[in-house]
């Protein structure tokens, strides 16, 4: 048995399975209700913890955000508050001509770059307390996914969509001024009047069996009054609870339920006040961020500061997280002592617990890049004790909730559902106690509802529509699958594929077959086209490595050449200095002698004469030297550009190459494939009608 929440799922639940696989298998758009007490939370939560998909869980209002765990609907997308119309400038992809208002969706939403990617890789959107959602809103999500994602044909972008909510219970958030704007545009303020659910009907699932109440006497009451069925006979029967003498200060915890916040307010601090024990503040702590109401007010799922006393009476705001399942959300309790960080409720079965304080996260959907996956990250955290004072709590606080005790003040009730509500979260018709009088018009339920509810989808529909929600899925897997070069992947999918719908003979996947194999032809082409490339990069090589060999041998035999000008040239310079040496010894020797100077002056011209002859071969030598070098120069400059071209060349070369044998690798995989694919289909046409008839495949 699987376990959400400490909730145990019941596995015979069979709208509930049906709803769990149209997720899990299929892209279809959902809406699932169900009347009070039917497990919608329950199904929020296992679709959680158990679904592959990139998914994002959206509720409008912080505090069903903060229970659903997700974000609200505004945050996410930065919806502005205010009504949206058809052909609305804020959502136009571009300015009319001639127009001198900028304004488009892109300027509207001005998305960061990790929240583009999420709603770029966004798979499933969760929508919780839908009945509360405006219809123009749900039409403005699916403007925004189709323009974001560039999928603007199809209905919110590609991505599949959960509505999860009850539209017999809380209608929309739209007041009078803003339902004036919209009226001309739709036919109700709720989400089933939108655009897009007109013209994308969605599975209609609604849950059917009731966990909170048990007496069916009591089942039947409460659904008449969803519909607005009871009869005077029932209506007199529910108004015999009415009791005008009772207290709600007994034993018994019975919480008042009543439609307004200033009655709610006014009955709990008055109640407060009347205890004469000592008033003791547990002070909240909130971390990071958290989410605010318009007035700028931290929208908490209790007080940030708790006053409490030793006898009042409070209701415990989350499950028992222990083994022993000791109190429940909704729990009504009284404070049986206040110590310093220690709070003890008791029960009505005279039970005492000790309650542990506990936190809410405020949560934001984030990009993984490694996982490629959307996942949670917590910006704020608001601790405190799951308490709130209970005497009373209004109708619509209420929601979600479950008391085995209500003392129902509903005879100032003004909204469609209110009545339903109320009465829906008593376990029992015994532990219901009427503050006031029912009157007949006080039961109301709103007649686009019950059009709408109509429109639930067949048992015998929802089947048909399963199985083709599963063909598609697995088609669609099999066309990313190819895509990716995923063969085996894909005949896998190709095979749950057929067992739910064969489409083999259809048009539709005749054109995709011959459209997928004409690319596989081309990537053939590709692979020719870039081996010829090959070839001529190929020759080229070989011409330039037969220069470079010729400009090596010629740079080969211009160095032997200056090497040999280097060598007589440093012959005659030994001459001349030997020379140098011979002149000045013989002035030395001849100084004294006078006969001996002038023969000397003699032979010192004839000496000099020589030497300048040697100095002109001399620099005509170096002159020759210089001219070697300048063209020993070039010809390292050359070789120097032929190594880094053929450099080049060879990283061409080696690129190629590698393409070459990735495209045979492909081409061989592709051909595989094809032949299989020809022989299935060949096998496929051989089984005969009467074969196929008899499970034949």
Known sequence: MTTIDNIELDENNVEFNYASEFVKHTDKLVYLTGKAGTGKTTFLKSLKSNTSKNTVILAPTGVAAINAGGQTIHSFFHLPFGPFVVNDKRLRTSKDLGDLDNTTIYSTFKYRDDKKIIIEQLELLIIDEISMVRCDTLDVIDKILRVFRKKPFLPFGGVQVILIGDTFQLPPIADFAQWEILKDYYDSPFFFSSKIVAENKPIYIELKKIYRQKEQEFIDLLNKIRVNQINETELNELNKKYNPTFSANGIDNHIILSTTNAQVNQTNATKLDELKSETT?????????????????????????????????????????????????????????????????????????????????????????????????????????????????????????????????????????????????????????????????????????????????????????????????????????????????????????????????????????????????????????????????????????????????????????????????????????????????????????????????????????????????????????????????????????????????????????????????????????????????????????????????
């Open 281 to 697: 503040i547990f002070e909240g702590e909130i971390t990071g961020t958290f989410p605010k109401d318009s007035k700028g007010n931290f929208v908490l799922p209790t007080e940030q500061n708790l006053h409490l006393k030793v006898g009042a009476q409070v209701m415990i705001l989350k499950n028992d997280s222990g083994e022993i399942k000791r109190y429940f959300n909704g729990k009504i309790g009284k404070i049986s002592s206040l110590e310093d960080n220690k709070i003890i409720v008791e029960f009505s079965d005279e039970n005492k617990v000790q309650i542990e304080k506990t936190s809410w996260n405020n949560i934001q959907y984030v990009w993984n890049k490694e996982k490629r996956k959307i996942e949670e990250t917590t910006i704020g955290t608001f601790t405190q004790y799951p308490l709130r004072l209970a005497w009373a709590i209004t109708v619509h606080k209420s929601q979600g909730l479950t008391f085995e005790r209500v003392y129902a003040d509903l005879g100032s009730a003004f909204e469609d559902g209110q009545v339903y509500v109320a009465l829906s979260r008593c376990t029992s018709f015994n532990g219901l106690v009427l503050k006031s009088q029912i009157p007949r018009n006080k039961i109301r339920t709103n007649n686009k509802v019950i059009e709408f509810a109509k429109t639930e989808t067949p048992s015998t529909l929802i089947v048909q529509e399963l199985n083709s929600g599963k063909a598609d899925y697995f088609y669609r897997r099999i066309r990313e699958d190819i895509k990716q070069f995923n063969f085996n992947e894909a005949y896998n999918n190709f095979i749950k594929a057929i067992k739910f719908r064969n489409d083999i003979e259809t048009e539709s996947f005749k054109k995709y077959f011959v459209t997928t194999a004409n690319k596989f032809v081309s990537y053939k082409s590709k692979q020719e086209l870039i081996y010829n490339h090959y070839q001529e990069i190929k020759s080229e090589k070989e011409e330039i490595n037969t220069k470079l060999f010729k400009a090596e041998n010629e740079n080969i035999e211009y160095k032997n050449k200056v090497d040999e000008q280097n060598r007589g040239l440093k012959v005659l310079l030994d001459k001349t200095q030997e020379f140098e040496r011979i002149v000045e010894n013989e002035s030395i020797k001849t100084k004294n002698l006078i006969d001996e100077i002038e023969k000397l002056k003699i032979e010192n011209e004839k000496y000099k004469s020589e030497n300048l002859s040697y100095k002109t071969e001399i620099e005509h030598l170096e002159n020759k030297k210089n001219e070697l070098k300048k063209i020993k120069d070039k010809k390292v400059l050359e070789i120097n550009l032929l190594n880094k071209e053929n450099n080049k060349l060879e990283n061409k070369i080696t690129s190629f190459e590698s393409e070459i044998i990735e495209l045979k690798t492909k081409q061989n995989i592709l051909e595989d494939s094809n032949r299989k694919n020809i022989i299935e289909i060949e096998r496929q046409k051989n089984i005969k009608w009467h074969q196929k008839l008899i499970g034949k495949k």
